[in-house]
């Protein structure tokens, strides 16, 4: 049962309420849900909490001043590009962070929210090196 092996992992990495989330979470910090209204709410919240953090667009290949930015680069300070190129993003959904590993500094948050599937657990879960990295938002 899908709803028993989610309780199993908030076990064994932990879990947070969302006041304490908006209270820890930092800049560098990744955060998922498996929705895009749940990672636009947080987005919304968030951007009133954290400096800006700019996430270069999926389809978005750009030169400027002698620098090359790349589709999912994400940056802390506003890219020298047009703003069509990029957008503020602090939580992504899952599946558009797969394929990426978290840097031994970051911690990932995930949203528990709607998660109803073991493959996107484990797509999330799987973003971190370390067990220590991984907190569940409930």
């Known amino acids: 049962d899908f ?16 006041n304490q989330f908006y ?13 895009h209204i749940v990672a636009d709410e947080v987005n919304k919240k968030l951007s009133t909490i954290l400096k800006p953090k700019y996430s270069i667009l999926k ?8 620098k090359t930015y790349y589709a999912k680069d994400v940056l802390y300070e506003k890219p020298p590009i047009g703003e069509k ?11 558009s962070i797969q394929g990426e590993t978290l840097e031994d500094d970051m ?8 998660l109803n599937c073991r493959k996107i657990l484990y797509t ?3 973003r971190a090196k370390y067990h220590r990295q991984i907190k569940f938002v409930v």
Request: proline content about 0%; overall charge positive.
């Open 85 to 95: 190129s990029y957008e503020i993003r602090y939580c992504y959904t899952i599946h």
């Open 3 to 18: 709803h028993k092996l989610l309780e199993f992992c908030m076990t064994q990495y932990g879990h947070i309420d969302y």
């Open 124 to 126: 999330a879960i799987s």
């Open 107 to 114: 911690n990932l948050y995930i949203m528990a929210d709607y």
């Open 59 to 66: 389809k978005t290949l750009c030169k400027k001043n002698g």
């Open 23 to 35: 209270n820890e979470v930092k800049d560098r910090d990744i955060i998922l849900s498996s929705r």
